[in-house]
């Protein structure tokens, strides 16, 4: 049975290593008859939580009308959530960060998300440098009863394209067409 798919990619920098990344899982995805539904927040204007409150008196719904109206239609169409995001000052971006935040929502009324995964790019070859990201994932998804079905890692790529011809890229696409 199919799934719906959300990615969120966090990277501002349009076709870079982190948007590639994403597009090899969604070649397998699509492959395996999934639905795809692809935010760039990077280029989207989210603002961070309040803590209004509003979303308690209203169900599911946030008082700030802005891209993550959007992202809230789909993530309560979601089967499965895909964070990506390159590694700034060992974490995910602000974008992917702030985008988290608004999910805030879900305290009040919950997704239907069932499992989840996380795809990461970043320039350093000291591996460890991807650790807290990774961590902070793994805090989330234990926090709200996702199932982790993978995470991928690619170290080593500054540049656009640097992640090209590497196994990542492989093993995200194999990610994506095993999710049926």
């Known amino acids: 049975m199919s799934k719906n798919i959300v990615i969120v990619n966090g990277?501002?920098?349009k076709n870079g290593n982190t948007e590639i990344l994403v597009d090899a899982f969604i070649e397998g995805a699509k492959e395996s008859g999934n639905a795809i539904t692809k935010f760039n927040v990077g280029a989207m204007k989210i603002n961070g939580c309040t803590d209004c409150q509003y979303c308690f008196s209203h169900p599911g719904e946030c008082v700030q009308k802005d891209g993550m109206?959007?992202?809230y239609s789909a993530l309560y169409n979601a089967d499965m959530l895909?964070?990506?995001s390159p590694v700034y000052?060992?974490?995910?971006s602000a974008q992917l960060k702030t985008m988290l935040d608004r999910m805030y929502v879900a305290a009040s009324k919950a997704f239907p998300i069932t499992t989840s995964a996380l795809l990461v790019t970043y320039g350093d070859t000291d591996t460890t440098v991807v650790e807290p990201t990774v961590s902070h994932y793994?805090?989330?998804i234990k926090y709200i009863g996702w199932e982790d079905r993978g995470i991928i890692t690619q170290p080593g790529v500054i540049n656009?394209?640097?992640i090209k011809g590497h196994l990542?890229?492989?093993k995200a696409r194999e990610l994506g067409s095993s999710i049926q």
Do not use: H
Request: net charge positive; aromatic share 4%.
């Open 89 to 92: 000052c060992f974490g995910m």
């Open 168 to 170: 990542s890229l492989v």
């Open 160 to 162: 656009k394209g640097d």
């Open 138 to 140: 793994k805090a989330i």
């Open 82 to 84: 895909v964070l990506a």
């Open 11 to 13: 990277s501002p920098r």
């Open 69 to 71: 109206t959007e992202i």
